[in-house]
């Protein structure tokens, strides 16, 4: 592993700016675990399976549009191209 002159987050929240405005703010895991109340984060199906169950509980449905198709310029593109 190279050592790195600039701050580690693991020492200091390090702040990650997009477009002059701060987006995200990296800490180290000791931080993170602190503000987080020792919580782990968990997956991301275990975030699905969470919110299933409060749309299950509020008997919350997601409305969907009815489909229709769209334009596909590419698909014309390699139709050109096979003649």
Same mark, same amino acid.
């Given at each position: +592993?190279? @050592?790195? &002159? !600039?701050? #580690?987050? $693991? @020492?200091?929240p390090q702040? $990650? %700016?997009? !477009?002059g #405005? +701060?987006?995200a703010v $990296?800490v180290g895991?000791e931080t993170y !675990?602190? =503000? #987080?109340?020792?919580? &782990?984060g968990g997956?991301?199906? &275990?975030a699905?399976?969470e919110?299933?169950?409060?749309?299950?509980?509020e !008997? %919350?449905? =997601?409305?969907?549009?009815p489909?229709r &198709?769209?334009?596909?310029?590419f698909?014309?593109?390699?139709?050109? =191209?096979a003649?």
């Amino acid at each position: +592993m190279e @050592h790195c &002159d !600039r701050p #580690s987050a $693991v @020492h200091e929240p390090q702040a $990650v %700016y997009r !477009r002059g #405005s +701060m987006a995200a703010v $990296v800490v180290g895991p000791e931080t993170y !675990r602190r =503000l #987080s109340g020792g919580k &782990d984060g968990g997956t991301l199906a &275990d975030a699905f399976t969470e919110l299933r169950e409060i749309c299950r509980k509020e !008997r %919350y449905r =997601l409305k969907t549009p009815p489909r229709r &198709d769209r334009p596909q310029p590419f698909a014309g593109i390699l139709r050109g =191209l096979a003649r």
